[in-house]
């Protein structure tokens, strides 16, 4: 009978210990001949564990018995203790790790604790032949994932068995070393799209964002671009009206620039560039642009601002000019 991965973990998880587990007592000062007087033998075993930790011996996690799989009795939801089995064969795995030696790793006999030393070992080593060590695909995928990001190297995630965990390293690696040509290994377009659309936000670079073939994409990639470096020639080559209009409006506010609304069409999105921009520079005479619906909120954001409720007192609307008064004082 093998050993169920998925209560393994969530008693890992249950009892708040992700490696070795604890106990209300600390072992960490005892010696092995301690241990071995220790009743309790679930204390007992976690005492060894701590020992073996502390002094880097694996000889002491070999005595924590290693019962046989089908003699492995259930975990319940109330137990404190790993089985003596998973004990040993996590406290193999953290002296492994603090050695750095793959040949502890290669004393564990579940499969599932060895992949994970296994990978624990590679990512501190940085060494990706470690990871072919591994027998299931999943943590084998990790470990290559790992080491990739570690040394944003794209070829490491090119090893990888499952497309999708391929693509997300790949993109990661291209967007943390702001190399858009990475990108063009990924063989779904979606991701692809998402990858170039990443690195031309972070490298602010148009030619990436036109490197998309979703033109929705696109137009998002040049339309974030355009707002950080408020660069106007970026506009035109977005295709979609509302983040078009919206590039129009967020520079003209960023450059107090009331001509650059012009170049806007739809009515509404206009008023509210013009909006945008007498807010940003304060300037109630701009309000008199803006839409006549949005007039009034345009003079009392600026009184706001300029925290003068005078100027509450061009509001036509009564209503509209007591809130102004109300909120200014």
């Known amino acids: 009978m093998r050993p169920n991965h998925n209560i393994i973990l969530t008693f890992l998880f249950i009892t708040g210990v992700l490696l070795i587990g604890c106990t209300n007592k600390?072992?960490?000062?005892?010696?092995?001949?301690?241990?071995?007087?220790?009743?309790?033998?679930?204390?007992?075993?976690?005492?060894?564990?701590?020992?073996?930790?502390?002094?880097?011996?694996?000889?002491?996690?070999?005595?924590?018995?290693n019962v046989d799989d089908d003699k492995i009795n259930t975990i319940s939801e109330k137990s404190r203790y790993l089985p003596p089995p998973y004990l040993r064969a996590t406290c193999l795995m953290e002296v492994a790790k603090l050695k750095r030696d793959i040949k502890i790793c290669e004393m564990?006999?579940?499969?599932?604790?060895?992949?994970?030393?296994?990978?624990?070992?590679?990512?501190?080593?940085?060494?990706?032949?470690?990871?072919?060590?591994?027998?299931?695909?999943?943590?084998?995928?990790?470990?290559?994932?790992k080491i990739a990001r570690l040394k944003l190297d794209s070829s490491i995630c090119q090893k990888m068995v499952n497309t999708n965990n391929t693509h997300f390293c790949l993109k990661y690696v291209a967007i943390n070393s702001k190399n858009a040509d990475i990108c063009e290994f990924i063989t779904s377009q979606t991701f692809k799209d998402w990858c170039f659309l990443e690195v031309g936000q972070a490298k602010l670079d148009i030619l990436i964002c036109q490197r998309i073939l979703d033109q929705g994409s696109k137009d998002n990639c040049l339309l974030s671009v355009s707002q950080s470096t408020t660069d106007l020639s970026i506009c035109p080559n977005i295709i979609a009206e509302y983040p078009k209009n919206s590039c129009y409006q967020n520079i003209a506010k960023s450059k107090q620039d009331l001509?650059?609304?012009?170049?806007?069409?739809?009515?509404k999105s206009k008023s509210d560039c013009i909006l945008n921009v007498a807010i940003s520079k304060k300037d109630i005479a701009i309000c008199k642009g803006v839409n006549l619906?949005?007039?009034?909120?345009?003079?009392?954001?600026?009184?706001?601002?300029?925290?003068?409720?005078?100027?509450?007192?061009?509001?036509?609307?009564?209503?509209?000019?007591?809130?102004?008064?109300?909120?200014v004082k």
């Open 26 to 65: 600390d072992f960490s000062d005892k010696t092995t001949a301690e241990c071995k007087n220790t009743q309790n033998p679930q204390e007992k075993n976690y005492c060894y564990s701590k020992v073996a930790i502390a002094e880097q011996d694996i000889s002491v996690c070999d005595l924590i018995p």
């Open 108 to 145: 564990i006999e579940i499969e599932y604790f060895k992949d994970n030393c296994l990978t624990n070992i590679a990512i501190i080593n940085q060494d990706v032949q470690i990871c072919y060590k591994i027998k299931s695909e999943y943590e084998k995928d990790n470990c290559f994932d």
């Open 259 to 267: 001509s650059i609304c012009e170049n806007i069409n739809e009515t």
């Open 293 to 327: 619906g949005e007039r009034d909120y345009c003079i009392k954001e600026i009184a706001k601002l300029k925290n003068d409720f005078s100027i509450c007192n061009t509001i036509e609307d009564q209503f509209y000019r007591d809130f102004c008064l109300q909120e």
